[in-house]
């Protein structure tokens, strides 16, 4: 089986569904995970930290390109420990890909599943708060939508920090993955983000990240679990 995780940002594939990419690689499936942006110059600061500053100074702009390829080396360092075989990375400006022709972000993730030609598709939700992770949804659906013929499945996931900050709370799964045995695996990727990895009680904590698994499990019976919404399911 061929899996494609599409996302907007380093992180977002182990908050979402660390612990289900682990399950894909335990059962000997083809994980390849595509980052959109490079997941950091929003921030507009060289110290991992938000500015409220808009405008970049040329030095933090330079220290700015090696924290890019550091948060990279993290991302594959991560998939490394949930066994992802490939990842690719395009540089879209983080949280500003809404300055993007949605054409253009659409045609590359096109370039994508033709190259990888998938039998399911994961991404982002699309009511989240983050703009990258709605533009990453609606790219990838419409991406999708011309590619029919090898993508049987397609899911959207939750991302902690973002989608529960849209308090309408659009993200309604109806389906969970049972990661009890791959929760630690999840845990022990996301520390490979450390300079994303906020303390408790932040959404993006280790202590969240195992608690919103025991919460999902306890919806549908399990002892930990990840929830993703259905979009497309075709039975053969």
Same mark, same amino acid.
């Given at each position: 089986?061929?899996?494609?995780?599409?996302?907007?940002?380093?992180?977002?594939?182990?908050?979402?569904?660390?612990?289900?990419?682990?399950?894909?690689?335990?059962?000997?499936? +083809?994980?390849? =995970?595509?980052?959109?942006? /490079?997941?950091?110059?929003?921030?507009?600061?060289?110290?991992? %930290?938000? &500015? #409220?500053?808009?405008?970049?100074?040329?030095?933090?702009?330079?220290?700015?390109?090696?924290?890019?390829?550091?948060?990279?080396?993290?991302?594959?360092?991560?998939?490394?420990?949930?066994?992802?075989?490939?990842?690719?990375?395009?540089?879209?400006?983080?949280?500003?890909?809404?300055?993007?022709?949605?054409?253009?972000?659409?045609?590359?993730?096109?370039?994508?599943?033709?190259?990888?030609?998938?039998?399911?598709?994961?991404?982002?939700?699309?009511? +989240?708060?983050? =703009?990258?992770?709605?533009? /990453?949804?609606?790219?990838?659906?419409?991406?999708?939508?011309? %590619?029919? &013929? #090898?993508?049987?499945?397609?899911?959207?996931?939750?991302?902690?920090?973002?989608?529960?900050?849209?308090?309408?709370?659009?993200?309604?799964?109806?389906?969970?993955?049972?990661?009890?045995?791959?929760?630690?695996?999840?845990?022990?990727?996301?520390?490979?983000?450390?300079?994303?990895?906020?303390?408790?009680?932040?959404?993006?904590?280790?202590?969240?990240?195992?608690?919103?698994?025991?919460?999902?499990?306890?919806?549908?019976?399990?002892?930990?679990?990840?929830?993703?919404?259905?979009?497309?399911?075709?039975?053969?």
């Amino acid at each position: 089986m061929k899996i494609l995780i599409i996302v907007a940002h380093p992180d977002d594939e182990v908050l979402g569904m660390g612990g289900t990419i682990a399950k894909h690689s335990k059962n000997g499936d +083809d994980v390849t =995970i595509a980052y959109l942006t /490079t997941g950091i110059t929003s921030r507009r600061s060289s110290d991992y %930290n938000n &500015s #409220s500053s808009y405008n970049f100074s040329k030095n933090d702009l330079q220290r700015s390109k090696k924290q890019i390829s550091k948060l990279q080396l993290d991302a594959k360092k991560s998939c490394n420990i949930l066994g992802v075989k490939k990842t690719i990375f395009f540089d879209y400006p983080d949280n500003e890909l809404d300055s993007i022709q949605l054409l253009k972000i659409i045609k590359t993730i096109e370039k994508i599943i033709s190259k990888e030609k998938p039998n399911i598709v994961y991404t982002s939700h699309d009511k +989240d708060l983050n =703009i990258d992770h709605r533009i /990453t949804s609606k790219a990838t659906l419409i991406a999708c939508r011309s %590619n029919p &013929s #090898s993508i049987k499945e397609i899911f959207c996931f939750e991302i902690y920090s973002s989608t529960e900050w849209t308090f309408s709370y659009d993200f309604k799964p109806n389906y969970f993955v049972d990661i009890e045995k791959e929760l630690g695996s999840k845990i022990n990727a996301m520390k490979k983000y450390e300079n994303e990895l906020k303390k408790f009680p932040h959404p993006r904590s280790l202590e969240n990240i195992e608690n919103s698994a025991k919460r999902w499990g306890t919806i549908c019976g399990f002892h930990a679990a990840e929830a993703f919404e259905i979009i497309r399911k075709i039975q053969m």
